[in-house]
């Protein structure tokens, strides 16, 4: 027999979520209340890092940087196809096995190719 749900079931939920958000706006009006309000030239200016700041934001940079962040995703991504077919490894049998081959065959010729138009070379 299934259970029903009711709304006194979601008591405990909603409790909790209004004391979260109680408490984060809490800390933030303490913060702003209680935490030092001194401007200046030095305080205002923007931080990061430590690092002085040097030169213009807006410059262009290499689109290699763009290039290898993207080919990481692509490649992390089907390396998390591998999962699943190893937990499932005996269920799929010798066609699965064939079938992940195949894919990781693809896998390595997309790598290979990469590789032979010099994407990974630092110049």
């Keep these: 027999m299934e259970a029903i749900s009711t709304p006194n079931d979601y008591i405990p939920v909603l409790i909790q979520a209004a004391i979260a958000v109680g408490f984060v706006g809490f ?7 209680l935490g030092p309000k001194i401007h ?29 962040a993207i080919l990481f995703v692509l490649f992390d991504v ?9 937990v499932n490894f005996k269920a799929l049998g010798a066609i ?11 896998v390595l010729a997309g790598l290979y190719y990469v ?9």
């Design 40 to 68: 200046g030239k030095k305080k205002d200016e923007s931080f990061e890092c430590g690092i002085e700041q040097q030169g213009n934001a807006r410059k262009p940079f290499s689109v290699k940087y763009l290039l290898i």
């Design 96 to 106: 699965g096995f064939v079938e992940m081959i195949v894919f990781v065959g693809f």
């Design 27 to 33: 800390a933030l009006s303490a913060a702003a209340w």
């Design 115 to 123: 590789l032979r138009k010099g994407v990974m070379k630092i110049e």
């Design 78 to 86: 089907e390396v998390i196809f591998l999962y699943p077919w190893a």
